[in-house]
T-cell receptor, first 111, second 112 residues
């Protein structure tokens, strides 16, 4: 699985959009970008994933650059309950086993 | 209501005792996983199972055992051979189509 780089922490104002960057410059053509988050003392929660096209669901949007070397997770209207550690993971379709969580970005949503 | 359940949420055991953590899913997923998470650390894979009656060791299987007698259930036993069992244990399952893993709420095990 390709290595990812994320900022260690960021703050966001409640009600504003939170833009979380992730660099994955060594990503292969068949590897997907996954985002999970982990709220304190809970299990990781799947947010969204994509291959090359931008994706949107009820939780967030995922923007992947054209060269696929980086991506941005967008939480459109951050709430206090979005405070969590957000993990960007790159993995191929055949990598059916372990998920490798890096350091992630600790997001603090402030009122 | 579909999902993954783990019980109990908190578990305390004396040193030297074996303990079994429960993981159940009603998502009809074939593959199931056990991870361990230590404070401030990422997840480490203990065991995984791709199908009933079959399982493989992950990166840190020593001191742990599993069984997969039913598709819905993948219990993890932490044995007395595990030197540092105090941790947060997470169970996950993977959908049949696609590669997304979904996690349970976790069990926090403390060995006294």
């Amino acid at each position: 699985d390709a290595k990812t780089t994320q900022p260690p922490s960021m703050d966001c104002a409640e009600g504003r959009a939170a833009n979380l960057p992730c660099n994955h410059s060594t990503i292969s053509g068949n590897e997907y970008v996954y985002w999970y988050r982990q709220i304190h003392s809970q299990g990781p929660q799947y947010i969204i994933h994509g291959l090359k096209n931008n994706e949107t669901n009820e939780m967030a949007s995922l923007i992947i650059t054209e060269d696929r070397k980086s991506s941005t997770l967008i939480l459109p209207h951050a709430t206090l309950r979005d405070t969590a550690v957000y993990y960007c993971i790159v993995r191929g379709p055949a990598a059916g086993n372990k998920l490798t969580f890096g350091g992630g970005t600790r997001v603090l949503v402030k009122p | 209501d579909g999902g993954i359940t783990q019980s109990p949420k908190y578990l305390f055991r004396k040193e030297g005792q074996n303990v079994t953590l429960s993981c159940e899913q009603n998502l009809n997923h074939d593959a199931m996983y056990w991870y361990r998470q230590d404070p401030g650390q990422g997840l480490r894979l203990i065991y995984y199972s791709q199908i009933v009656n079959d399982f493989q060791k992950g990166d840190i299987a020593e001191g742990y055992s599993v069984s997969r007698e039913k598709k819905e259930s993948f219990p993890l036993t932490v044995t007395s051979a595990q030197k540092n069992p105090t941790a947060f244990y997470l169970c996950a399952s993977r959908e049949v189509v696609g590669n997304t893993q979904y996690f349970g709420p976790g069990t926090r095990l403390t060995v006294l």
